[in-house]
């Protein structure tokens, strides 16, 4: 029952938004990607979670055991749990992944990083999707061009989930947030925030090209 309450805590913070107010606390999770593959996952949550008020330190136990289980079957440093604390009423955890792969595996979503010529070869059917420039002008996969200089990310968001995903380049397209229920905003040049509006029990697909 112990590790059952703690995979919900964990759970709600993954969903969860902080909130404003907090002063010198991240309001919402991040992604950030860098150009060697890595990737660095921030997860915020408020340590209240509808009711049940999470221990920082039975937490950092389940989880640590949770990254030990994933490289005890994957590898070793697959997954790393960098910091655990607990700050203005919030709760920080920074995880650190080897490769999308292992985020995909660790966190049980979709995630695909990699040259936007191969995407269909790893299932992902760009056609029916539309995007939209940084510059605001709509734009279909096939007009797109110099493929073979772009990349892309395809993430999966689970319904009221907010994330930051911070790109190793500059951002080119994003899809359109009324394709999947989802808004999607720009940040700066090398940011995007996604906002998964999606009725509960959902999940939806964003993609984003950059170079």
């Not at 059952?4 to 993954?14: D, E, F, N």
């Not at 055991?65 to 655990?84: D, F, I, P």
């Not at 760009?126 to 073979?148: Q, R």
Request: with cysteine; glycine share 10%; aromatic share 8%.
């Amino acid at each position: 029952m112990r590790k059952v309450g703690m995979a919900l805590a964990l759970t709600g913070l993954v969903l969860g938004a902080v909130g404003c107010g907090k002063q010198d606390t991240p309001d919402i999770k991040s992604l950030t990607f860098d150009k060697n593959g890595e990737i660095i996952h921030q997860v915020v949550g408020a340590s209240d979670q509808n009711n049940y008020q999470i221990q920082m330190a039975d937490l950092e136990e389940f989880v640590t055991g949770r990254v030990e289980e994933y490289c005890a079957e994957n590898g070793e440093q697959k997954v790393a749990l960098e910091s655990a604390e607990e700050k203005n009423g919030s709760i920080l955890l920074n995880f650190r992944y080897a490769s999308p792969e292992d985020y995909s595996g660790f966190n049980y979503r979709k995630l695909y990083v990699g040259p936007l010529a191969d995407a269909a070869d790893a299932g992902y059917e760009l056609e029916a999707v539309p995007f939209v420039s940084i510059d605001g002008e709509a734009s279909e996969i096939g007009y797109i061009e110099e493929w073979e200089k772009k990349q892309l990310i395809v993430l999966e968001t689970k319904s009221g989930e907010e994330m930051l995903i911070n790109l190793p380049g500059k951002t080119l397209y994003i899809n359109q947030g009324a394709h999947n229920g989802q808004e999607i905003t720009l940040v700066g040049k090398k940011a995007v925030k996604i906002s998964n509006q999606e009725e509960a029990g959902t999940s939806s697909l964003s993609y984003i090209i950059y170079e």
